[in-house]
């Protein structure tokens, strides 16, 4: 089992950032593949971003590219994802997941772990 806990969500205005933290618990943190993913009222969660093992490689939903950032401290057991430029419509509740796959993966079925999420909320 790994336990995922987000933090670092909230209210910020357009073109603000925000840096979400992802603390995992439980199995070796760094053999799993790490995702941020996202829901808005009335949508499918959606793929954000996502990181292998070591952080070698990183795979981004193409809205987000150039402004988001996700980056991995396997010593702290922890992911980020910063957003930079952030945008009404980047409003959601974001999730972080682990999966199996350690090179990490865009696909939500590829993920075994989730966390509770946290909401983002950008005004305009």
């Known amino acids: 089992q790994v336990q995922l806990v987000e933090s670092g969500g909230g209210l910020v205005q357009a073109g603000d950032s925000l840096r979400l933290s992802c603390a995992a618990s439980?199995?070796?943190?760094?053999?799993?593949?790490m995702g941020w993913f996202r829901q808005a009222p009335g949508k499918e969660r959606e793929f954000v971003a996502a990181?292998?093992?070591?952080?070698?490689?990183?795979y981004y939903k193409d809205s987000v590219k150039g402004r988001f950032t996700i980056s991995r401290d396997n010593a702290k057991s922890t992911v980020y994802l910063q957003m930079n430029s952030l945008k009404p419509e980047d409003t959601a509740v974001y999730y972080c997941?682990?999966?199996?796959?350690?090179?990490?993966?865009?696909?939500?079925?590829?993920?075994?772990?989730w966390g509770q999420g946290t909401q983002v909320t950008v005004s305009s």
């Open positions: 997941a682990a999966s199996a796959s350690p090179n990490g993966s865009g696909r939500y079925s590829a993920y075994d772990y």
């Open positions: 439980g199995r070796t943190f760094s053999r799993y593949g």
């Open positions: 990181i292998s093992w070591i952080g070698h490689s990183t």
